[in-house]
């Protein structure tokens, strides 16, 4: 028989045997059903199972423009976060069900969500801690592209719109002479720098929900970073609180912690943004 | 279609430091990745960048623990030109403000790490990897480089060549995963792979879900050959139930591993008397796997890693992220209690062959960090190694891609380095399914200008994805299982000839069944199925070659372990293993390793620890 990608001659060729097709279609009923199997037996096994509320959107799928919930049953067992259950319901039921994820280990930021009615990193939330069912849905205040994904363009503007790279008015020049700085210094902006750029503070932010152009606590932490670390050039400072102080910078903030609420990183973000404000202060700069 | 100077094909360490190095030389770079750059797993890296920065350190140090500890399997000019050139390297990321831990006097901390001769180990905290692919996107940003992120890199567009070295690499072609467009890419110098790793491969990896091998499968399908595939480092501590890393820094730190019978298994059982838990990776990982064969591990599966006597203030100032590790992925709280572990899959030694320059026998065609095999870690990779790599070869690259004449290379590419013909016996013949295989592209595009090679690889790719959306077929993710199954079951850290041909039936079968693979979901939209399912025929490739290299190289050497052949044999396999791909054929030969380095002769000696 032949193995050639199926084309129309093969079709009419193979008629009276069984077609390329046809056993593609008779090796995926196989599967389907095995698989079937498998899912009914791997939930009876399961000694506690969970529900999912999934959020799902396709502007080109028939049936999907209009946005929907599906629910998807998953066995459960100790340990198992929000992605395992995610991609147990994909891998199980519907290969279509769509949501960015890579390291599985809270550091790419891909999976920030909207689960139970808050901005988590699904990798690193524990389906045991959460009611059931359980609610998963893209991140508010951004366009979705689809399911559960959703358009990052915006948070990446306000990244760049700070400037975000380390910038000092002279490196040293002896060989192999590094700049110094204080393991003080360094602890000082250690946890401003383990942003991972998840977008998670910037959706649970009412200011940024009303003003588009409001910078958000993840630019404003990364002009912090940078800011506040002794090495960073004199002129290049007085710059970057230029930006940071504008009319859409810190003093929008109206220290509502949400964004340090959501933060899987721990980043005292609302702290930075007053610091910030002090530093604009101090530093005698022009009010908007 | 787009054009620019220099095309980089992924954007994690590698890439990014090739882009910066090609635009330092005046290139027009643009970095063409599928994933954004800072969700790259270059961000995962715990542990750090060896360099020999102090007075009393120096590089030929770093050499020679580097070729010790790839049981002299590496070419001395790759790993001299690296050791010599990582401490500029570290520096320059100092200048571009990586926030590096420090010493009270202000300089940038250094560590010991396992296989070291010297404490040369520079870190920050035991996140060192988030921060260096941080530090280097935000140059890229400074620089104004393009980046077409969420485009995925399906193919290479190469010349028709018969023989691989005549070929040229003209560009690529990508699918922008949130539109479906499907583009080519022109390239006016070079395309440069920095794809990363294939851990994807195996099921317990550290690595990420997007470490599919993407470049080493497309670079090998186009001609390139691939090299010591079968050296497959296992990281000693994972956590058993995910996979993620537990750093190498707790054993630095002083960190000791523990048996069942709370014995220190390293010494007690005298898998390393003299390094004992810093030993090197591979002798740690078969330690491990020896206690839990014997009956002396925890649960049947793991051994436990302490770090409680370090002290809080220890632990919270240089390991704190891994208490977060430990508590968010195993629900261990480090300070009170010992971290399981296990071995797992973590670093692919082997990949696309490349000259010191970065640079592989198709002209054109470039690749650097964990994808390329230049080749430096040899048989195993020392711990802090890899980092300092992508520097020192993703720059390289960078530079030689845009035009900058480093000097001739010495190390040979290509089937003209050939000194041994390779025989392997296989139950199964490997390669594509036979010559009318749809999936099993052939190697090169046309003999055409450069427009018309890109233009044929582009209608390639959209024949080859309109017929994986419309076809109604099998998900790819029980294939993807298969072949994961396998290669865990029988690839592993200790390998025997009838397990490594298990897998290669296994691995056959599994090409079969790719062949009714088909995408359910029918958007053009985002469609991660589209992109896992063309993912997992790389997977198969890199399958296949790491079985094939297992099964030919009948010695112990680094991580590869066989059981009939338990000792190191350097008369006979002081040599590369290389596959070629011609056509869908699988080519089997044999390079010998270049042990004259710039200043000594390495002479292999008995690697103990």
């Known amino acids: ?131 059931d069912p359980i609610r998963i849905e893209p991140l508010p205040h951004q366009d979705v592209v689809k399911d559960l994904v959703v358009d990052m363009e915006h948070f990446y503007d306000q990244m760049h719109a700070v400037e975000p790279f380390f910038d000092p008015d002279e490196t040293p020049d002896g060989e192999l002479e590094e700049q110094r700085q204080t393991p003080e210094n360094r602890e000082y902006v250690k946890m401003a720098t383990r942003c991972i750029w998840c977008g998670a503070c910037m959706s649970s932010c009412n200011i940024a929900a009303g003003d588009n152009e409001y910078l958000g606590p993840a630019a404003i932490n990364k002009a912090y970073r940078f800011a506040m670390d002794e090495r960073e050039g004199e002129n290049r400072k007085q710059e970057r609180l230029r930006i940071i102080e504008q009319e859409h910078g810190v003093w929008r903030c109206q220290t509502q912690f949400s964004c340090t609420e959501v933060c899987p990183k721990d980043i005292p973000l609302t702290e930075h943004i007053q610091e910030l404000k002090r530093e604009a202060v101090k530093n005698n700069l022009k009010f908007w | 279609m787009y054009e620019h100077d220099v095309i980089v094909v992924g954007a994690g360490g590698a890439g990014l430091r090739a882009a910066i190095a090609a635009h330092e030389e005046g290139a027009d770079v643009a970095l063409v990745t599928k994933l954004h750059p800072v969700r790259s797993h270059t961000g995962a890296a715990e ?13 030929d140090l770093h050499a020679y623990d580097t070729m010790k500890g790839a049981d002299y399997l590496s070419d001395a000019p790759a790993v001299d030109t690296f050791a010599q050139e990582a401490p500029d390297e570290v520096i320059q990321l100092e200048h571009w403000g990586m926030p590096f831990s420090r010493e009270e006097d202000g300089k940038v901390s250094q560590r010991p790490f396992g296989g070291l001769s010297f404490p040369r180990t520079t870190y920050a905290g035991a996140e060192t990897g988030h921060h260096l692919l941080h ?25 028709d060549h018969d023989d691989p070295e005549d070929r040229e690499c003209h ?102 008397n003299n390094d004992g838990e810093l030993a090197s990776r591979d002798v740690v990982s078969r330690a491990e796997l020896t206690e839990v064969n014997e009956g002396r591990g925890i649960e049947d599966e793991y051994v436990h890693l302490d770090m409680r006597h370090l002290g809080e203030e220890r632990i919270l100032d240089r390991l704190e992220n891994i208490l977060h590790l430990a508590e968010d992925f195993e629900g261990v709280d480090g300070l009170d209690e010992p971290m399981p572990v296990k071995p797992g899959q ?11 320059n970065g640079e592989t026998c198709i002209n054109g065609l470039y690749a650097a960090g964990e994808c390329a095999c230049v080749s430096m870690h040899g048989a195993n990779r020392l711990g802090g190694n890899a980092l300092p790599e992508l520097l020192v070869f993703g720059a390289r690259a960078g530079r030689d891609a845009a035009g900058k004449d480093l000097g001739d290379a010495q190390i040979p590419t290509g089937p003209s380095a050939e000194s041994e013909d390779g025989d392997v016996d296989t139950p199964v013949s490997p390669g594509a399914l036979d010559s009318t295989d749809g999936d099993a592209v052939a190697d090169g595009g046309a003999m055409a200008d450069p427009e018309t090679v890109i233009e044929d690889a582009v209608a390639r790719e959209q024949e080859r994805i309109e017929t994986l959306l419309e076809r109604d077929g099998v998900n790819h993710a029980e294939v993807r299982d298969d072949i994961q199954e396998t290669m865990t079951a029988n690839v592993n850290v200790f390998r025997e000839e009838d397990n490594l041909k298990q ?75 290389m596959l070629q791909w011609n056509d869908g054929d699988v080519n089997l030969y044999y390079k010998p390793v270049m042990l004259e380095g710039f200043d000594q002769t390495y002479e292999p000696k008995e690697r103990s620890y």
């Not at chain 2, 890419?185 to 070079?190: S, T, V």
């Not at chain 2, 973590?346 to 010191?356: F, K």
């Open chain 2, 171 to 272: 560009g690529c072609v990508a699918h922008d995963i949130k539109s479906g467009e499907i583009a080519g890419f022109h390239a006016n110098n070079g395309v440069i792979l920095a794809t990363g790793g294939l851990g994807q491969v195996f099921d317990h990896t550290t690595n990420a879900v997007a470490n599919t091998g993407d470049g080493q499968a497309m670079a090998y399908r186009a001609g390139v050959p691939i090299e010591d595939m079968e050296f497959v480092q296992f990281h000693p501590t994972t956590l058993p139930s995910t996979g993620v890393l537990i750093s190498e820094g707790v054993r630095g730190e002083g960190g000791i591993l523990y048996n069942d019978e709370e014995e220190r298994l390293m010494f007690e059982y005298g898998y390393a």
């Open chain 1, 1 to 131: 028989m032949s193995t050639q990608i199926e084309t129309k001659e093969t079709e009419d060729e193979e008629i009276e045997e069984q077609s390329p097709g046809e056993r593609r279609r008779e090796i995926k009923r196989q599967r389907a059903e095995n698989r079937a199997k498998r899912v009914e037996a791997e939930l009876d096994e399961a000694e506690q199972t969970r529900r999912l509320k999934v959020f799902r959107y396709d502007p080109e799928v028939e049936g999907k423009e209009e946005p929907r919930f599906d629910d998807f049953i998953v066995p459960f067992h100790k340990g198992m976060t929000i992605l395992d259950a995610l991609i147990y319901a994909r891998d199980h039921y519907d290969s279509s069900l769509t949501f960015r994820h890579s390291c599985r280990q809270a550091v790419c930021g891909s999976d920030a969500l909207f689960i139970n009615g808050k901005q988590r990193l699904g990798c690193k939330t524990q389906v045991g801690d959460l009611e």
């Open chain 2, 135 to 159: 530090t280097m996107y935000e140059q890229v940003v400074k620089r104004g480089i393009e980046v077409y992120d969420e485009w995925y890199v399906t193919n290479l567009a190469v010349t």
């Open chain 2, 47 to 59: 542990g750090g960048i060896n360099a020999a920065l102090h007075e009393e350190d120096s590089w």
């Open chain 2, 503 to 577: 897998a290669l039936e296994d691995i056959r079968k599994a090409r079969e069944q790719y062949k009714h693979v088909g995408v359910s979901d029918p958007s053009r939209t985002f469609n991660t199925d589209l992109i896992h399912t063309i993912e997992t025929r790389n997977i198969i490739d890199l399958a296949e070659a790491i079985t094939l290299g297992a099964l030919a190289r009948e010695e112990f050497r680094g991580a590869h372990w066989r059981k009939k052949h338990q000792e190191r044999k350097d008369d006979e396999w002081l040599k590369h293993t």
């Open chain 2, 346 to 356: 973590h670093y692919e030694m082997g990949g696309i062959e490349t000259d010191e």
